[in-house]
């Protein structure tokens, strides 16, 4: 019971932003150049690119600007350049030769300085979306991809969520607002995609309490 797959994350994107209510969750997002990486770092201060295809963390690295200096980190390899040219040239050969994406970058809330984000698992079940997890993924000290491939730590949503966000309730308020988006997200995802069995939503949460989608899978491991 596979059902169908949508490899291209663009595509899943487009479909999602074209929802009011689910676009103002999506990181301003952008097909990979020159121009549009220099302007959205200039905007955003910092930003993550990513293959265009895959998963596990794969090829994703972070690109930041701040104070003249530009730098960009790739797993736990960090390196830092005078201009943008210097930075984009090295960028280049670190990526993994694919098309990839810009995402705004998203500062997540942090247990003991290591970013949190969130899986929530749903499938098909005789016609009926049911949920099946709802995770936490704990970055491995010293790299920001949570990855549990890469080292990440799993904990429920309901530990990441009470140990990050700090604020009497703020857990059960968020787990149901996790849930809400999802149920949105899942009519959206049906009616581009007819034929889907099952989807893995990435949810990050800010230092501010607000959700954001950062992926969303048909294949969800």
Known sequence: MAGRQFANKWLKTEALLSNADVAGHIPQTRIYSSEALRQMLMQHGMVVIKPLRGGGGYGVIKVAYSNGVYSYMYM?????????????KSLNRAKVGRKYMIQQGI????????????????????GTWVYRSMVGRLARPGLFV?????????LTAREGLGRSLHH??????????????????????????????????????????????FEVNTRPQ
């Open 76 to 88: 736990s390899q960090q390196r830092s350049f005078p201009s943008y040219e210097a930075m984009f």
């Open 168 to 213: 009497k309730g703020a857990a059960k308020k968020k787990r149901q607002e996790m849930r809400n988006l999802t149920n949105k997200c899942i009519g959206i995802m049906e009616s581009s995609f007819p034929g889907i069995e099952q989807l893995g939503f990435d949810y990050g949460i800010d230092r501010y309490g607000k959700i954001w989608i």
């Open 146 to 154: 949570t990855n549990l491939c890469k080292g990440g730590t799993q």
């Open 107 to 126: 500062r997540l809330a942090k247990i003991a300085g290591r970013p949190i984000d969130y899986r929530v698992k749903v499938v098909k079940d005789n």
